[in-house]
């Protein structure tokens, strides 16, 4: 069953999971929802939920790229935030990314040398804009308390807008995919094995959002596994 226009319900958009696109499609023809984004999603027991969702260690990459692509582009032309607080976030954010020579270069390096190096590593990440809000942070919560009839739709953004079609019931016409010039996404065997191991707690999210909408009836077309 397809999610009418007069439907209300919360759309969890996780940072780089095309959130932007689908709000955009679903405005312009009129839906009755809220744009949950940045902020963990409320639970109410007659509130009703559209789920977005990406493999996690694709979500980082593109994550990284967009930061790296956006903050250099500030750099070059000191267009910092002008509020005092969100400059000094992006300005100690890109000092951090410019370390790197890109992506794969930072997973290379996810390698702790003693233990403390787990929890630097993790803390650093989390300067890394949408990196620290991951399905875990927007989900996890969430996942404990939502009964299946709760759960209206799933949209993963490697079948979008198949998915989109399946949830709602037409095609959209908004671009969902964002490129950065020059930024690279492959990861080296090392580089792609330390974000798995980082993102371990999305993966187990996701695992957990499949089995509720197995039990919702609920397609979700992508199976997350961290291989």
């Known amino acids: 069953m397809t999610v009418s226009r007069n439907t209300p319900f919360q759309l969890v958009h996780v940072g780089k999971c095309g959130g932007s696109s689908v709000a955009i499609e679903l405005q312009r023809n009129g839906f009755d929802f809220e744009h949950v984004h940045v902020r963990r999603p409320v639970f109410g027991p007659d509130v009703r939920y559209v789920i977005l969702v990406r493999d996690p260690v694709e979500r980082f990459v593109s994550a990284f790229n967009w930061r790296y692509h956006l903050l250099g582009q500030k750099q070059s032309s000191s267009e910092f935030h002008e509020d005092p607080i969100v400059r000094l976030k992006q300005q100690a954010e890109w000092l951090f990314l410019s370390h790197f020579q890109d992506v794969n270069d930072f997973a290379e390096r996810l390698v702790p040398r003693i233990a403390s190096d787990v929890s630097a590593m993790t803390t650093m990440m989390g300067l890394i804009g949408h990196a620290r809000e991951g399905f875990s942070w927007y989900l996890d919560d969430l996942l404990g308390l939502l009964s299946p009839s709760q759960l209206l739709g799933v949209i993963a953004m490697e079948r979008f807008p198949d998915d989109f079609e399946t949830v709602f019931g037409f095609r959209p016409e908004a671009e969902q995919n964002r490129h950065y010039p020059s930024r690279r996404k492959d990861l080296s065997p090392l580089g792609r094995a330390n974000l798995l191991r980082e993102l371990k707690p ?12 197995s039990r919702a009836g609920v397609p979700m077309s992508v199976v997350y596994e961290p291989a």
């Open 202 to 213: 999305d993966y187990r999210t996701l695992d957990r959002l499949a089995a509720l909408a």
